[in-house]
Nanobody, 119 residues
Framework: QVQLVESGGGLVQPGGSLRLSCAASGSVLRIYTMGWYRQAPGKQRELVATVTSGGSTNYQDSVKGRFTIARDNAKNTVYLQMNSLKPEDTAVYYC?????????????WGQGTQVTVSS
């Protein structure tokens, strides 16, 4: 059984910062690409950023220069440092990871964490 557990969401003023964390636990053999997605009310879920097992990163254009994704392979954890937050960043943020466990490669999702940017 593999689980992704997220933490770090909350309420922040425009221009502020938050750091999200997502840790994988269970019978994890190897983790490939890890990423963050978000879903605002009434909108589809969208990719925010991804990082491969080798450290290559990819960002949605609207967060480039403000958000940084990083991973700690020893801890099976991915982070999203969010700076200069804007009201339009308000959404539920979901962690995603491609994980090899129990001889199967599957995509897993976290439960989501709310990020609200408001004054």
């Amino acid at each position: 059984q593999v689980q992704l557990v997220e933490s770090g969401g909350g309420l922040v003023q425009p221009g502020g910062s938050l750091r999200l964390s997502c840790a994988a636990s269970g019978s994890v053999l190897r983790i490939y690409t890890m990423g963050w997605y978000r879903q605002a009310p009434g909108k589809q879920r969208e990719l925010v950023a991804t990082v491969t097992s080798g450290g290559s990163t990819n960002y949605q254009d609207s967060v480039k220069g403000r958000f940084t994704i990083a991973r700690d392979n020893a801890k099976n954890t991915v982070y999203l440092q969010m700076n200069s937050l804007k009201p339009e960043d308000t959404a539920v943020y979901y962690c995603n990871a491609e994980i090899l466990a129990d001889q199967r490669l599957d995509g897993y999702w976290g439960q989501g964490t709310q990020v609200t940017v408001s004054s």
